[in-house]
């Protein structure tokens, strides 16, 4: 048997919540005043404006508590939580999933409250990450930006299909449909102009030499109906785009006291400056949080999980994590996998054997490691190993002689590996 060392789990006095969204029940169990060893607790309900939660606080402060516990309930979780940390409570936030009742029992709002109660006061949970302050209201404009660039997608999608609802095949020919040429044709279909010739005319640049082709493509039946629909369309991309410029300015301000954090993760393959703005975001730059670079990789739900019974391996997959976090390392992979840099060929060289998917994970994985070293050490910087970094690596005669096999298996004739070279013994005639 092995010793462990371990200290003792129960926390005297605590508080557990189960959140709604008008209302919570509030469970508080403390040492017994007169019996040694034993508990008392305490269930109140109180309404979730700030006026009760502050009321709340008083009750808890009265009864000493240290620790307040709730589970990630949607939203609701927000309001309470941000409070109580600013009264100086010590709040956990726990994941719902792992402190579920035991099935077959009774549910209510107040057994829940109670049960949460007894499993936080045990250290049988354990707490979520919630950046502090600063990371969260960085996080609110980088998620609403994202939002916004999304928004402004789908609706240039959509006047793509207005267009092609026309017969107007712009898009075939003009590489960027909202560039300075598709843009002005556009406002001329909108004012009225229908003549492909005179829309042809209006092209810029290396466009003019398409011109026969924009005539064809202009071609169609578009109507004062479309115009009416284009022109809205137009405008709502016109109103994101603003928006999306002034929300770039105010993430700058915000960003500002992560310059350097910034810059050590610009210098990463393929993250540019917004990329490492939405990083920051989504992890903080606090690597104290994850004792090492695996548990920030675990976190994000960015590593291979291991899944055993009965003497048997399962592959559950990826599953769960930040869809926030998971979009911008997915972009980072896919614009880092047309770089000739050692990035580059891990993903190359995962996609070629186990697929697209799986290779974005993996370098998402390793990405995160990068990360998680430069924000842990101010004066790392990063360098990139290369693109042959992997080649470099390979003992040539053992690769040799894999692919001896493989040659092997493919044309039954029987291969020897000697001083380097191939050797081929041919069977012997009958």
Not at 29 to 43: A, I, L, T
Not at 338 to 360: E, H, N, P, V, W
């Amino acid at each position: 048997m092995d010793n462990v060392d371990e200290d003792e789990l129960l926390v005297e006095r605590v508080a557990a919540l189960d959140l709604g969204k008008a209302a919570l029940e509030a469970c508080v169990r403390v040492p017994h005043d007169s019996r040694p060893g034993r508990r008392m607790q305490e269930v109140r309900g109180f309404a979730t404006t700030t006026s009760a939660l502050i009321g709340m606080a008083d009750w808890f402060r009265t009864c000493g508590v240290s620790r307040v516990v709730m589970e990630s309930t949607s939203d609701y979780w927000k309001g309470v939580y941000y409070l109580l940390e600013t009264a100086g409570f010590d709040c956990w936030l726990v994941n719902a999933c792992e402190v579920k009742n035991v099935p077959g029992r009774p549910k209510t709002d107040k057994l829940d409250a109670i049960w949460l109660a007894k499993v936080a006061e045990r250290g049988m949970c354990r707490p979520s990450l919630v950046h502090p302050k600063p990371i969260r209201q960085l996080r609110d404009l980088t998620r609403y930006r994202r939002t916004l660039i999304r928004d402004r997608g789908r609706e240039m999608q959509r006047v793509e299909k207005l267009l092609e609802d026309a017969q107007i095949k712009l898009s075939s020919v003009v590489s960027d449909l909202f560039g300075v040429s598709g843009r002005a044709m556009m406002h001329a279909l909108i004012a009225g102009q229908r003549n492909p010739k005179v829309l042809a005319a209006m092209a810029k640049g290396r466009m003019r030499t398409k011109t026969i082709a924009l005539q064809e493509a202009l071609t169609g039946f578009f109507t004062d109906h479309h115009a009416t629909i284009l022109a809205t369309m137009l405008d709502n991309i016109d109103r994101l785009g603003v928006q999306i410029t002034d929300l770039d300015a105010k993430i700058e301000l915000a960003i500002a006291p992560f310059a350097h954090q910034v810059d050590q993760l610009d210098a990463i393959t393929a993250v540019g400056v917004t990329s490492a703005q939405e990083l920051i975001a989504e992890i903080g730059i606090d690597m104290n949080r994850f004792p090492t670079p695996a548990h920030l990789v675990s976190w994000a739900k960015f590593c291979p999980q291991v899944h055993a019974s009965a003497g048997k391996t399962k592959n559950k997959g990826r599953g769960g994590g930040n869809p926030w976090l998971a979009a911008t390392l997915g972009n980072i992979a896919a614009a880092a996998a047309r770089t000739d840099t050692f990035l580059g060929a891990r993903y190359r060289r995962i996609a070629r054997r186990r697929g697209k998917q799986k290779a974005i994970v993996a370098t998402g994985n390793t990405l995160l490691t990068i990360a998680y070293h430069l924000l842990t050490d101010p004066e790392a910087r990063f360098h990139d190993l290369g693109a042959d970094h992997y080649e470099s690596r390979i003992n040539k005669e053992r690769r040799a002689r894999n692919l001896a096999t493989q040659l092997q298996a493919a044309t039954g004739q029987k291969i020897l590996i000697r001083n380097g070279k191939a050797v081929i013994l041919e069977p012997e005639a009958a």
